[in-house]
């Protein structure tokens, strides 16, 4: 246990690794839990104990502040979130937390004179494996989920979020909201859960863009037969038409590839399902991801109209339902040059790259001027035990942030 001011960051990430450990090595902190407040508490005590204030706000986000010169200011705030997926690893969220708490620590030993105060959020609720709602803590601040919609999101036990905050000690009936002109700008840090970095060799990534899905259930509807009597040419296979379908939604991602544009179908449910029987229903759920909109939409658009023609040909009867439409987020590039030159000037190896996955700083970007900031994670591992970064990429992420945090609040 850390005791005195005197501890390193490796002990500090060492404490929190601690939290929600189980025999197996995984760490499950989930959402609105005891074991996500216990590290937020912790994080609140040794923030306490360096002069910091330290408040939570009732969606269940932590904000620690050392106070600028002139507290009038607008603050430099940086933050992640410290809870995990079932099972998960240390590096995912918490090297975020951790980088922003030590940047923080380094600039009061150091005497730094912000003139901005720096305020560092812990988002609550971020993973989505409780609830099925991701990034909920900074949903709720930017007013994203309203109380109807804690209610409505329930576990696998039907405890929903508000009663989880409730559970707590929070009041979900009063929930916080994101005065945006005090803040000057939001940063980020984060795993990249992706293999580019180590790939290339470099210690950080500057996100230039968030990927948004827009997602899409198909149904189709042939006519369910005896896999014997039926001859080949008097058949509507619901399935054999699935199967080129999936296809098409594979070709139409591969043509958008330049543009970063990725399409899945995740999921396929077959009816009857049995050996001895054409398949008479089948359902595809699909995603399209990517960090360009008409992109997006030109593979959703090709993926549409294959599907129809696929379904005509074959005599099957196609619903295809439009389920979500996100837009990619856009970081901002004034804060992206500031982190570039930092880099350059320091000769940390980086990159400018985009972010497949969401994070909590894709709802504030909209609102405040935005920066993310990757450090390597090997082989890409990440939402499993085996993740994993090193401590040196971990370093040379907080001195960028570091450095940024001081260009920002000096
Ligand atoms: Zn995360």
């Known amino acids: 246990m850390v005791k005195d001011a005197e501890y390193s960051f490796e002990q500090l990430f060492e404490d929190f690794s601690k939290i929600g450990l189980e025999r197996d090595g995984g760490i499950t902190r989930l959402a609105y839990t005891r074991e996500e407040e216990q590290a937020k508490l912790l994080l609140k005590k040794l923030s306490e104990d360096l002069g910091f204030t330290a408040r939570k706000d009732n969606a269940g986000n932590l904000w620690i502040r050392k106070e600028g010169l002139d507290p009038d200011l607008p603050a430099v705030l940086v933050g992640s979130h410290l809870d995990t997926v079932p099972q998960g690893g240390a590096y995912d969220g918490a090297v ?20 901005h105060s720096i305020e560092l959020v812990v988002f609550a609720g971020e993973e989505s494996s ?50 945006a002109e005090d803040y000057k700008a939001f940063l ?10 180590e790939r ?22 042939g006519v369910e037969a005896h896999s014997g009597a039926c001859p080949m040419g008097e058949r509507h296979d619901a399935l054999a038409a ?17 543009h970063h544009t990725v399409a899945t179908v995740g999921r396929c449910t077959v009816r009857p399902g049995v050996m001895n029987v054409v398949p008479g229903y089948t359902e595809l759920l699909v995603d399209v991801r990517g960090v360009e909109k008409e992109s997006i939409l030109r593979a959703y658009e090709e993926i549409r109209s294959s599907a129809s023609s696929i379904a005509e040909k074959r005599g099957i009867g196609l619903i295809f339902e439009h389920l979500s439409s996100e837009n990619p987020v856009e970081l901002d590039p004034e804060i992206i040059n500031i982190i570039e030159s930092i880099c350059k000037e320091k000769e940390v190896p980086y990159k400018r790259m985009n972010s497949g996955a ?12 935005t920066g993310l900031i990757f450090v390597p994670s090997k082989g890409g591992i990440s939402h499993n035990k085996n993740e994993f970064t090193d401590f ?19």
């Not at 937390?97 to 150091?110: K, N, P, T, W």
């Open 242 to 258: 699935a199967a080129e379908i999936i296809l098409a939604v594979e070709k139409a991602g591969y043509k958008e590839k330049d």
């Open 96 to 115: 975020g937390v951790l980088a922003g708490f030590e940047c923080m620590r380094q600039l009061d030993r150091e005497g730094f004179p912000n003139r």
């Open 188 to 197: 980020e840090l984060h795993v990249e859960q992706n293999v580019i970095l």
């Open 200 to 221: 290339e060799k470099l210690q950080i990534g500057i996100v230039e863009r968030i990927a948004a899905p827009t997602r899409a259930r198909i149904e189709l509807h």
């Open 392 to 410: 040196g990429d971990i370093h040379a992420g907080i001195e960028v942030l570091k450095e940024a945090v001081k260009v920002l609040s000096a």
């Open 130 to 179: 409780r609830f099925n709602i991701a990034t909920a803590g900074s949903k709720i601040l930017v007013g994203k989920l309203d109380v109807e919609a804690l209610k409505a999101a329930k576990d696998n036990k039907g405890i929903s979020v508000y009663r989880a905050l409730k559970q707590l000690g929070y009041d979900p009936d009063d929930l916080p909201g994101f005065a």
């Open 358 to 369: 969401g994070h909590d700083c894709m709802n504030l970007a909209p609102l405040v001027p």
